[in-house]
Structures are given as structure tokens and as C-alpha cells.
């Protein structure tokens, strides 16, 4: 196990209730005969990541039941309809006192984003202070990497559907950018029409 490993938790968050594709929640979609959740964590787990919080909102008992998610740890967000920033919080907080010096944030609607633009982002860390995004053309996109000692500030300004943007928009200069473009393709399934990206 290299020190990024033992050291960077993977958080995914999957609480989303699907409201524009007709209240479908996004982690129970199909994707390669499997829940899209799983495939989400297969992805982290394929980068490297051997500690996976996974934070689920959206019918949670039945993507506890359907989805294979041995070995991560489970985290309901009773407030998930308050929008991303809240599931943020929620992870945030599951990772307090499991001695993470810093977490890899992925989100389960972009399946287009494999193990090895996450590999990418992971292999950037440096520090507590390390502040890491993937970028497609330039543009700033996820997976993103936050050293712990800015879990505080982010958790803070998490509200909304914002989760971390404000925070890192802020400190722009400090976030090192990782070039996935030709690794990854970033697209959203946020409504019916994105469904044929699934297979």
C-alpha cells in the first residue's frame, strides 16, 4: 500500500434523488448489469483507494440491499434533499477521528470518469493542505482532493447544491489542477436524455 492509499479516503456521494429523471434515485440506475453505485465504488477501489465512505440518500435501505458495498462505510443523509453540500457535510464528518489526512471526493452520476483519472488526482497528494481537482480542457471538474486541514472550511461553506465550489473558487491559486481530458470524459446523468451513456 503506497502513503496516498493509507492516507486518502474515497468519498462518494450518491444520496441524489434523481428529481429530473423522474425520482430515480441516481445510485440505483443500471450500468453494466450492476447498481451505478457499485460501479462507483469498483472505481475508487480500482485507484486505489482501499477506504471507501459512501454517502447515500435516496431510498438508501433499497441500494443497501441491491448494491454490493462490503468493506465501505455506509453513510445515511437523513437531509439529502437539501442538495449535495449536505452529503459533503455528512462525509466529512464519517471521516473525523479515522486519522484520513486527506479525501478524494467522486461523485455517482459521472461514469465517464474511470480509475485512472482518479489515480491521477490521488497521486497529487502531498499534504493536509493539499487541495487537488481534475481538469478537462483546463475547466476544473471531479474527482476533487482535500487535505483534512481544509475539511473544516469546506463543510462550512457546503449549502445547496454547491458542495465544495465556493470554497475551492476562493482559493483558486492553490489548487493544483490534474489534466484528465484524455482520460475521462465528465459528463453529468442528470435527465433522461443521459441515460445513453449507461450501458
Not at 441524489?16 to 457499485?38: D, I, S, W, Y
Not at 465512505?53 to 433499497?62: F, M, P, S, T
Not at 471521516?95 to 491521477?120: F, H, K, M, N
Not at 502531498?126 to 480542457?137: F, G, H, K, W
Request: glycine share 12%; charged share 25%.
Amino acid at each position: 500500500m503506497t502513503r496516498n492509499e493509507d492516507q486518502v479516503a474515497g468519498l462518494l456521494l450518491a444520496a441524489g434523488g434523481g428529481r429530473r429523471l423522474g425520482g430515480r434515485p441516481k445510485a440505483l440506475l443500471e450500468h453494466r448489469g450492476r447498481p451505478l453505485v457499485e460501479h462507483a465504488v469498483g472505481v475508487l477501489r480500482a485507484a486505489g483507494l482501499s477506504r471507501v465512505h459512501v454517502v447515500l440518500g435516496a431510498r438508501a435501505d433499497a441500494v443497501r440491499e441491491r448494491a454490493e458495498l462490503t468493506g465501505c462505510v455506509v453513510v445515511e443523509n437523513p437531509e439529502w434533499e437539501l442538495g449535495m453540500g449536505s452529503s459533503l457535510r455528512a462525509g466529512l464528518d464519517s471521516l473525523a477521528d479515522t486519522g484520513a489526512r486527506a479525501v478524494l471526493v467522486s461523485l455517482v452520476d459521472q461514469p465517464g470518469i474511470g480509475a485512472e483519472a482518479v489515480a491521477r488526482v490521488l497521486a497529487a497528494y502531498s499534504s493536509e493542505d493539499s487541495l487537488v481537482s481534475a481538469a478537462y480542457d483546463g475547466v476544473r471538474g471531479h474527482p476533487v482532493l482535500f487535505g483534512a486541514a481544509h475539511w473544516a472550511g469546506i463543510a462550512e461553506s457546503a449549502t445547496g447544491d454547491r458542495g465544495a465550489r465556493a470554497y475551492l473558487k476562493a482559493r483558486a491559486d492553490s489548487v493544483v489542477l490534474v489534466e484528465c481530458g484524455d482520460a475521462a470524459e465528465p459528463y453529468d446523468i442528470d435527465t433522461e436524455a443521459d441515460l445513453v451513456h449507461l450501458e
